[in-house]
């Protein structure tokens, strides 16, 4: 997998990604430390008003960005987004209210819109070759993972000496990073698409993903893994804190187990899709999902002992590794779905629409909780889940369906 790196343009961008994320990182726990600050103990309330203007800024704004700027070249554009994220990071040491952190979020939220796409959209030109782009799928996965286990210990280090407002430095010095990465890497030139109204260039990925069976379905999965994904990170503290009594470790130990199972799965998928189609490794995790999520339910009741805590610990672990199964190889259904004209706003598209899942999935996992408890919030979220796999089963049947007779057709032609 490493090997990959070996490309100097992709291991500069590969920099980039790994840097940013460290910087987004400790403005996580900076921001939930400045609103405690302002808002005192209403902090809670502030930072799900911000998450949710974010979710906001990740489903509006990345088709929006990506139509407006499809005549651009990547490597600008990679590098205005990271700039306006390190000005934003700069000035929220200052703001006095809570207004003030809305306004600056989205301007963060909507810089990392259009970082994100454009920067996945520019790896399949930079790695061409079809195992060298898996490989390097799961070094990204694997960032992703190791940043949600790696900032929180970070910024806890550095707290012991240094204030919070220390930390927006430390974001400030990744996103600078990020960008002089970039400035350093070879983007490729991608010939620009011809021009075309906006409400066509706003439209285009959508359409893919409309147009397209095998987008279709991964949408769908991208449901099943907002279900699992909600529960975990929304109720994971309610769980262990709330109902079996456990402690702030115990919270880090079942989040790092979730995290734990991604990574080792996102180690194995390049060898696997070698060997197995991406499709069916992508509906082996979203079978499994539901099936974990209702495996977890009697497990949030009971007395909290030891054998529980380890058949959580289990069912935690093969929850991230489930999702890790979709989400690793699912970038490659995008690439082959789209070419250079339209890859950015298909890219866009997925980003903006896999988020709009989590817009309603996360209120859903948090608000179900306080009316029917967790056992009952882990139901309807494998319901949801079990739908979404159903329906991106049928999808990719309808995609081996079309495929049937044109692979008759050229077995005729060869004969």
Known sequence: MIAVLRNP??????????????????????????????????????????????????????????????????????????????????????????????????????????????????????????????????????AYDLESLVSPMLAAALLTVVTYHDLFAGTVAGFLASAALVLASRTPRVEAPPHTGFLDRLTRGVRAFRAGSELRGLLALDLVVATATAMVIVNTVVLVRGELGGTQSDVALLLGAYGAGSMAVALVVPALVDRTPDRRVMLTGATLLPILLLAAVPLMVGPGDAAQWVALLAVWFLLGAATSAILTPSARLLRRNSGEPNRQAVFAARFSLSHACFLVTYPLAGSLGALVGLPGVALVLAAIGAAGTVSAFRAWTRVRRLAAPALSVRRRRVR
């Open 9 to 142: 343009t992709y291991a500069k961008l590969f920099g980039a990604q790994v840097v940013a994320l460290l910087g987004t990182g400790l403005l996580t726990v900076a921001l939930g430390l400045l609103a405690f600050d302002i808002a005192g103990g209403d902090a809670g309330v502030v930072l799900g008003i911000a998450m949710t203007i974010k979710m906001v800024a990740y489903v509006g704004v990345a088709p929006v960005v990506s139509a407006l700027t499809h005549r651009l070249p990547r490597g600008p554009l990679l590098v205005g987004a990271d700039l306006v994220r390190a000005g934003v990071a700069v000035s929220l040491p200052f703001v006095a209210e809570a207004w003030q952190i809305y306004l600056l979020i989205f301007l963060l939220q909507s810089a990392s819109a259009t970082f994100t796409p454009a920067f996945q959209a520019v790896i399949p030109s930079v790695l061409p070759g079809e195992a060298a782009y898996t490989r390097a799928l799961s070094l990204s996965r694997l």
